[in-house]
């Protein structure tokens, strides 16, 4: 198997549900296992580390093999070279930041564990080595999860909605911890959530779960604005692009973000030109035109073509656009629609009144 690649092929049979799941997910970056509640993610991680014991199954990872059951192999959880973040931290309650660290260290059973003071700093929890867990915050407990995770070297990082039991305000700040994780780790994540603006901001790779089985799986910037898919008919929908920063204004406190030769403008603290970024566009902040304005607030307008067109109640559309090879939603009023004679193929101005940098 493929040392490039996390290769699973899992079933299992309960009385009111069943997990039949087949994945070939990247050995790096971080898969979103996205779904509602009761479609399967918390089993799918579990049976990944060896948890939930499916009667049929093969999992490669990244060429080592923990289960084929054709072949008589299942490695058992604890043999896994792997971290497992759950949404309660889990710490050991009567040990100190420090000796919960020394834990995650001592199960590598590796004559070179990793640098405990790179981990320590990656998740900057130096000041909280010598307090108990019960003296720290939700956010402050889970970086210490993460770190103890990682000192056990794992091949495989597993996370199970780790931001569930925050409030809004610690989410706020333990995102950007998670980000860095993203941008620094050179193993792969599967992390489960519910929350697409979460998977918006971490997640390369997405797998859309439905009722124990994959309704889709493939690049994040792909899936978001597929009309089939109902990742885009909530309320939220949105799309994600990557793009670059070409130029930062600094007397009006704007970056000019490139893509696929296009570009968009977006408040922003000052940025290296040449940095990557994530710019989310939510349907609800682009409008449509037949032709350009020069006399409008809205700073970015692109010739676009409408690819697709979805009738949502109550009395709107969705529609799918093209922006030179990038895809776009917008969401309009049914009136508007008709007004503007929207069919696909049409070419229009899609006004964009919002972008949000997410990193």
């Known amino acids: ?30 898969s979103a296992i996205f779904g509602a509640s009761g479609s399967g993610k918390t089993t799918l991680l579990r049976a990944v580390a060896g948890l939930e014991r499916c009667a049929r199954g093969r999992l490669d990872v990244a060429g080592e093999v923990w289960q084929d059951s054709a072949a008589g192999i299942f490695v058992p959880s604890h043999k896994r070279s792997l971290g497992y973040v759950f949404q309660d931290a889990a710490l050991f309650p009567h040990l100190s930041v420090r000796e919960n660290l020394a834990f995650g260290r001592r199960r590598t059973g590796d004559a070179t564990p990793p640098d405990a003071a790179a981990v320590v700093a990656l998740l900057d929890i130096g ?64 992390y489960v959530s519910h929350a697409l603006p979460e998977v918006a901001r971490l997640a390369d790779h997405l797998v859309l779960l439905e009722q124990g089985r ?5 690049a994040l910037a792909e899936l978001l604005p597929r009309l089939d898919l109902p990742l885009s008919h909530g309320e939220e929908a949105f799309v994600v692009i990557p793009a670059t920063v070409g130029a930062y204004d600094a007397d009006y406190a704007l970056a000019r973000l490139d ?26 902040d682009v409008s449509l035109a037949l032709a350009p304005h020069d006399d409008s ?15 949502q109640p109550p009395g709107r559309v969705l529609a799918g656009l093209d922006i030179g090879g990038t895809a776009l939603l917008a969401r309009v009023t049914k009136r508007s629609s008709a007004f ?16 949000a940098l997410l990193d």
């Open 259 to 284: 893509f696929a030769g296009q570009s968009l403008w977006a408040p922003s603290a000052p940025r290296i030109p040449g940095a990557a970024v994530r710019v989310r566009i939510q349907a609800r």
């Open 1 to 30: 198997m493929s040392a490039d690649s996390i290769e699973l092929r899992l079933q299992l049979s309960r009385t009111n549900f069943a997990l039949d799941v087949a994945l070939r997910l990247p050995a790096r970056g971080v």
């Open 297 to 311: 607030s809205i700073l970015n307008t692109l010739p676009a073509t409408i690819t697709a067109l979805e009738e």
């Open 214 to 218: 994959v309704r889709a799986e493939g």
């Open 340 to 355: 503007l004679g929207l069919t696909r193929g049409k070419t229009l101005q899609a006004q964009i009144k919002s972008v």
């Open 127 to 190: 000041p909280l080595l010598d307090r108990r867990p019960d003296s720290l915050s939700g956010g402050e407990q889970q970086r210490v999860a993460i770190a103890r995770a990682l000192l056990a070297k794992p091949r495989l990082l597993l996370m199970d909605e780790p931001l569930a039991a925050l409030d809004e305000q610690r989410k706020a700040e333990f995102l950007p911890w998670l980000e860095t994780l993203h941008d620094e780790l050179d193993i792969p994540v599967l």
